[in-house]
C-alpha cells in the first residue's frame, strides 16, 4: 500500500546519502481555553439548564477524552427560546436603527480577534482540525464575516435601492460539526445585520465554539435574547425548525436532513437556505501550473481532513499529464504530516466523529473492492483518536462509489480526461453542484469552464479559497440560496414584494 517513508524529510550530502531529519512536537499550549465540567443553554441572555435534567458528553477526538457535559435540550426548551428570540426582535432589535446593529457587530468581530488564540485552540479541541487550520482560517474569516455585515447593517437601502428591506424575525439556524464557528459566523454575521433575531443548534459533536461565542454575546453587551443557543440531537434540530413561530431557516449539513427539513418547511412561509454536500471536480490541463496546481490539489481536499462541503474530491487530470502529475502528487502526499492537532507543524488532524471516520473506512473499502488502486502514505498514526491516512484512488471508474458520493474525508479519486468537453461532461455527471476548479494559464477556457460547470463556486488556478464579500452556495442537491455577500444579505431580508 504504502510508498512513502515515515521520515519523508531528508539533507542531501554532496557524495549522494540522504540524512533523514524529523520535526520536533510544536504543540500550541491548551491553558488558555478554560472549559468548564458542563455548558446548559444560552437564552435569553443567561445560561440556563436543559427542562430534561439531561446531558450528553463532548470529546476530543484527538484523544477520545471527554471535554464537557452538554445540555440535551428538550422542545419547550426550543420553544423557549424562539419565545425569547421573538420577544428580542419586537422590543430591541427590530427597533434599533442599522448603526446601532452595527456597532454591536463590530463588537463582536473585535472581541474574536482579540480571543481568537483561546477560539483557534477551542475548534482543534473539539473538531480534531489542524490549529494552523483553525488559527489562519477559521476564526480569522469567522470575524471577518462580523465586520463585513457590520459594515452593511445601516446601508440596506443603498445594497438594495427603490425596496424597502426589512428583517425577517427569527432565525432559526441549525449547523454541522467541520466548521462550527465560521458557519456560525455565516449564519449569525447576516442575520443580525439584517435586524432578525436568532435560535442557533451547533452540531452535537461540536458544541463548545458557539456555547464561548454566548459568552462573546454578553461580553458585548448584545440585547438578551438576539442570539440563543440551544443544544441537543438532530429532533432537536427538526423542532427548532419546525416551529411555526420561526420566520426564516438557514441549515448547513447532510444532503439527507437538508431534504427532510426541506419537507418540514415546505408549505408553510417560512424562508429556507440549504447548504447541502458536494463533489467537487478539480480539472488540470495540461498546460496548468504544476507545482500550484499540486498545491491547490492538496489543499482542494486534505484541507481539514476532507470533511469540507466544498472539498475537491474528484481530481480530472489531462491524460498527456496524468501519470508524472500522479507521481508528484504522491510525493507531496508523503510529505502531510497526520497527528496532534494542537501541533503548529501538522497538516491533517484527527477524523471530527467515530461514526464519520466509520464511513470513510466503509468507502474506502468500497473503492478497493470496486478495483480502484489506493495509495497511502505510510505515515504513523497515533494510537488513539480517530485518525485517517491521506488517501489518493487511481484508475476510478465514473460509476464508482469513491466518484459519486460525498466522502467527507482526506480521500481523492483521480480520473482522467483529454478534451475541455470531456472534462464538462464528467465533472458535471453529479447530484452535486457546489463548486469546482480549473487550473490552466489560458484565461478564455477559464471563461468557457466556469460557463459550463454547473457549480455555485469555481475557482481558477486555486481552490477552497473563502472571502466573506463572495457569495457561496450551490445548484442541484448540493442545495440552494447563498450565503456571503449581499446575497447572503438578501436571504435574511424581505424586500417587499415578496423574497
Ligand atoms: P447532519 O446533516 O446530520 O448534521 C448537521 C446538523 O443538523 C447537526 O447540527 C445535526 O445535529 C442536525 N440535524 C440532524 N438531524 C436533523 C434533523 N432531522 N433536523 C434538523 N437538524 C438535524 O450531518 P452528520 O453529522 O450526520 O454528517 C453526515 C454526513 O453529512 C457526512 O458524512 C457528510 O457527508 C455530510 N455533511 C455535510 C456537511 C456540509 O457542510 N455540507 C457538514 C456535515 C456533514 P446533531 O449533530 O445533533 O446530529
Known amino acids: 500500500m504504502g510508498r512513502g517513508t515515515a521520515s519523508p524529510n531528508s539533507w542531501a550530502l554532496g557524495d549522494g546519502q540522504q540524512v533523514p531529519w524529523e520535526y520536533a512536537p510544536a504543540p500550541e499550549s491548551r491553558e488558555i481555553v478554560q472549559l468548564k465540567s458542563r455548558y446548559g443553554l ?33 422542545v419547550e426548551d426550543v420553544d423557549q427560546a424562539v419565545g425569547v428570540a421573538r420577544r428580542a426582535f419586537k422590543r430591541d432589535w427590530s427597533t434599533l436603527p442599522g448603526s446601532e446593529r452595527a456597532k454591536y457587530l463590530f463588537r ?20 480534531g482540525k489542524p490549529i494552523k487550520e483553525s488559527r489562519d482560517v477559521d476564526v480569522p474569516l469567522a470575524a471577518a464575516h462580523f465586520w463585513y455585515y457590520a459594515g452593511w447593517a445601516d446601508k440596506l437601502e443603498y445594497a438594495f435601492p427603490n425596496r424597502d428591506p426589512q428583517p425577517l424575525g427569527v432565525a432559526a439556524q441549525v449547523i454541522p460539526w467541520n466548521f462550527p464557528l465560521l458557519m456560525l459566523a455565516w449564519k449569525i454575521a447576516p442575520a443580525l445585520a439584517a435586524g432578525n433575531t436568532v435560535v442557533l443548534k451547533p452540531a452535537s459533536a461540536t458544541p463548545l465554539s458557539a456555547l464561548f461565542f454566548a459568552d462573546v454575546c454578553r461580553q458585548a453587551d448584545l440585547p438578551a435574547g438576539v442570539v440563543n443557543i440551544i443544544t441537543g440531537p438532530g429532533e432537536i434540530g427538526q423542532a427548532l425548525v419546525s416551529h411555526p413561530d420561526v420566520d426564516k431557516v438557514a441549515f448547513t449539513g447532510s444532503t ?28 488540470i490541463f495540461d498546460d496548468a501550473p504544476i507545482d500550484q496546481a499540486i498545491e491547490g490539489v492538496v489543499n482542494g481536499i486534505y484541507f481539514n481532513q476532507g470533511e469540507v462541503c466544498c472539498a475537491g474530491s474528484r481530481l480530472f487530470v489531462q491524460e498527456s499529464i496524468a501519470a508524472p502529475f500522479i507521481e508528484r502528487l504522491k510525493d507531496r502526499l508523503s510529505t502531510l504530516r497526520v497527528g496532534d492537532p494542537l501541533d ?16 470513510i473506512e466503509e468507502l474506502v473499502e468500497a473503492g478497493v473492492a470496486e478495483g480502484a488502486d489506493i495509495y ?8 488513539r483518536g480517530w485518525f485517517f491516512r491521506p488517501t489518493l484512488f487511481t484508475n476510478v471508474a465514473q460509476s ?19 478534451t475541455p468537453a470531456e472534462a464538462i461532461e464528467k465533472a458535471n455527471n453529479t447530484m452535486y453542484g457546489l463548486s469546482a476548479g480549473v487550473w490552466t494559464e489560458k484565461g478564455s477556457r477559464i471563461l468557457d469552464m466556469v460557463s459550463k460547470l454547473r457549480a455555485g463556486v469555481v475557482w481558477a488556478n486555486t481552490f477552497n479559497r ?14 440552494y440560496g447563498r450565503e456571503g455577500g449581499m446575497h447572503g444579505l438578501l436571504a435574511y431580508l424581505d424586500l417587499g414584494g415578496g423574497h
Open 108 to 127: 463582536i468581530a473585535r472581541i474574536l480577534q482579540e480571543r481568537s488564540r483561546e477560539f483557534a485552540v477551542l475548534e482543534s479541541l473539539d473538531g
Open 344 to 359: 503548529k507543524n501538522t497538516d491533517v488532524g484527527a477524523i471530527n466523529n467515530a461514526a464519520q471516520l466509520a464511513k
Open 42 to 74: 444560552f437564552i435569553g441572555g443567561k445560561e440556563v439548564a436543559p427542562r430534561s435534567g439531561q446531558w450528553f458528553t463532548d470529546v476530543d477526538p484527538a484523544t477520545e477524552e471527554q471535554l464537557a457535559e452538554i445540555a440535551r435540550a428538550t
Open 400 to 418: 464508482s462509489r469513491i466518484a459519486q458520493e460525498e466522502i467527507f474525508g482526506p480521500v481523492l479519486s483521480v480520473l482522467t480526461f483529454r
Open 256 to 283: 439527507a436532513v437538508g431534504k427532510e427539513i426541506g419537507r418540514a418547511v415546505a408549505g408553510t412561509d417560512k424562508a429556507l437556505t440549504l447548504e447541502l454536500g458536494g463533489k467537487a471536480a478539480n480539472i
Open 376 to 383: 497511502q502514505p505510510a505515515c504513523e498514526l497515533p494510537a
Open 466 to 479: 473563502f472571502d466573506p464579500t463572495s457569495p457561496f452556495g450551490g445548484y442541484k442537491e448540493s442545495g
